[in-house]
């Protein structure tokens, strides 16, 4: 395994081509203050293997692609599974 940077998120949009926003969630204990603080940072990634809203993927960092696209999907990990009344409501019917 190389020694590019691998982070594990969950896809928050897939409107574009070929690009999916992935946000990554860091959970870690305030150095001071000792509270626990969640914080997140959403990537812009290349999607050649069409995930969609929901899917837990992972990312890996690559040559920049584009202007802001500096990632990749490497895998999905897991599906999120949607039901026939999530696609109607897609559709606007």
């Known amino acids: 395994m190389n020694k590019r940077r691998r982070l594990v998120g969950t896809v928050v949009s897939d ?3 070929k690009t999916a926003v992935v946000e990554v ?6 150095p001071l203050y ?3 603080v969640r914080t ?3 990537f812009k990634v ?4 069409g995930a969609s809203v929901g899917d837990k993927v992972r990312i890996v960092e690559s040559k920049p692609i ?3 696209k500096h990632w990749v999907i490497e895998e999905i990990l ?3 599974e949607r039901s026939e009344e999530d696609s109607v409501e897609e559709l606007g019917v």
Request: glycine letters at 0%; zero cysteines; proline letters at 0%.
């Open 25 to 30: 969630e860091r959970v870690y204990r305030h």
């Open 66 to 68: 584009s202007r802001t």
């Open 40 to 42: 997140a940072k959403a």
């Open 78 to 80: 897991r599906v999120e």
């Open 34 to 36: 000792h509270k626990v």
């Open 15 to 17: 409107k574009m081509q």
């Open 46 to 49: 290349h999607d050649e293997l």
